[in-house]
């Protein structure tokens, strides 16, 4: 396991939480009011250094221009987009203005079958293959250990759509309203004892819907999108309602939040700064994080991880410059947040990225992203582990962050020159600090590698076929104190999809 240096321990903050209630409603409501005057205020102070700058420069991928109403995953210089099922977009655009508004109707209809040669944890997005001496156990009485469990996986509720808002007329000189909803099918699923098909019929997920400001190089967006440091995920068919290398490398979440994205050219590099506050998730069910099944409304404190007093610090820097005729971009990123494990003890979260889009010829492309953190559960690194905790029910007499590294690269290579033959090949791996896990806290390592063909039989429907080899890694502790190699598991699953894209 890699050493990381920089592990954050649990602190104490006595002086704030000592303070009266009233004192600190006004601690933190000045907190409060200084961000927002940061975010929101600091572009209209800015607007006066924007006048006659050239309006033609990067723009943030995760959301539309407020001139041309699109689909919010449009690739861009500074942030090449990661959503692009496959990477280009149809041209076909289902939209039209209604009084003042323009809007745009988008969306992907994907059909997947999967195979796999051992049972899967997420089964139809895998995310890591399950020890193979786990047993599982057929109604008949029988059972197989979990590396021989073939199963077959039809699905269709990864199909997403969404609407885009704009102003009919945009102003040159004036702030551009746009929004945008987009959703799923990936949500819960109905229970019905009368109806076996409810393991199908699957509700709508809210994926992202924000609003946003733009107005030359300035855009203030507010609503749930893409959390700022890790904004590439792997071209997959197979992972849409999670990404893939969720828990194998690529970190990844979407949260509420309130940010500013600022864009400049330097001559022919252009750069991107963004900066925010998130919504403060933890879902740690270690510790009370997960909120009730069934309820839609979150209990007091730790209805949903907001075990916190401030939210989630997000701040990431891209700069993009003209390379091998297309356009190279090389970010970096950090988050930081605390989470409250006790009346007057906070564990840090915390995590430095970056990600790279490198063209190495006309045809060939390198894109990937590197992380090294602790506590970042929120957004499912250390193979969704956060914290380590004993004993093995509260009250707890040890609590510890588990730091983590790890990442994920992919190569694209366009086969013929109409884009009509796309192959992806990529790893990525998501590596724990062994000696901060504790007994139910094992997971050790989660590594993955796949290949993909991508075909586009037309304009708007692509053919995919992946296959992907994952080794999962765990430890173990026969004894206090003493920690020993686990149970492993690997699994191969081979992906078929079908997908209309309008």
């Known amino acids: 396991m890699r050493d990381l240096s920089f592990q954050k321990v649990a602190r104490e903050r006595v002086p704030i939480a000592r303070l009266p209630l009233a004192g600190r409603a006004v601690h933190f409501a000045a907190r409060a009011c200084a961000i927002l005057l940061a975010i929101v205020i600091a572009p209209l102070v800015l607007n006066a250094q924007i006048a006659g700058r050239d309006s033609n420069s990067p723009r943030d991928s995760r959301a539309s221009s407020s001139a041309t109403v699109t689909s919010p995953s449009l690739n861009t210089a500074a942030n090449p987009s990661p959503q692009e099922y496959p990477e280009e977009k149809s041209k076909t655009k289902l939209e039209a203005v209604v009084g003042a508004i323009k809007l745009r109707f988008y969306g992907t209809v994907l059909f997947n079958m999967s195979f796999s040669d051992s049972d899967e944890v997420g089964q139809e997005v895998p995310l890591w293959p399950l020890p193979g001496i786990v047993p599982i156990t057929f109604p008949d009485g029988t059972t197989v250990p979990a590396g021989h469990v073939h199963d077959t996986v039809f699905t269709a509720r990864q199909s997403i759509f969404g609407f885009n808002f704009a102003p009919a007329k945009t102003s040159d000189n004036g702030w551009n309203p746009s929004a945008v909803i987009e959703m799923d099918f990936f949500g819960t699923r109905p229970s ?57 490398g690529d970190l990844w979440a979407r949260l509420p939040q309130l940010r500013l994205d600022v864009t400049h050219n330097f001559g022919d590099t252009s750069t991107l700064f963004q900066i925010g506050i998130l919504r403060p998730v ?154 901060q896990l504790l007994p139910g806290t094992t997971r050790a390592k989660n590594t993955f590698a796949w290949v993909s063909y991508f075909r586009k039989l037309t304009n708007d429907v692509t053919l995919s076929l992946e296959w992907s080899n994952w080794q999962f890694r765990t430890v173990a502790f026969p004894a206090p104190g003493v920690e020993a190699k686990g149970p492993s598991g690997r699994g191969n699953v081979i992906n078929i999809a079908l997908a209309y894209q309008f």
């Open 282 to 435: 933890f879902g740690d069910p270690r510790l009370g994080d997960i909120p009730q099944p069934g309820t839609s409304l979150d209990t007091a404190f730790s209805g949903f991880g907001e075990r916190a007093s401030q939210p989630f610090y997000q701040a990431r820097i891209a700069a993009s410059h003209p390379f091998r005729g297309s356009t190279a971009t090389i970010g970096l990123g950090g988050h930081f947040g605390e989470e409250a494990v006790g009346a007057s003890r906070k564990i840090d979260s915390w995590a430095f990225a970056f990600d790279f889009h490198i063209p190495l010829q006309s045809r060939v492309t390198l894109r990937g992203e590197g992380f090294v953190g602790s506590n970042l559960a929120p957004f499912q690194g250390g193979i969704v582990q956060g914290v380590a905790a004993a004993p093995a029910a509260a009250p707890f007499t040890t609590i510890q962050p588990i730091g983590a590294g790890g990442g994920w690269g992919e190569l694209t290579f366009r086969a013929t020159e109409d884009n009509k033959n796309i192959f992806y090949l990529g790893a990525g791996t998501d590596d724990p600090r062994n000696h």
């Open 192 to 248: 019905d004892l009368f109806q076996p098909q409810g393991r199908v019929f699957n509700q709508p997920r809210l994926r992202k819907g924000y609003l946003q400001l733009e107005k030359g190089n300035f855009k203030v967006v507010a609503g749930q999108d893409d959390m700022i440091i890790s904004p590439l995920d792997p071209i997959s068919l197979s992972h849409v309602g999670v990404p893939l290398g969720a828990t194998a």
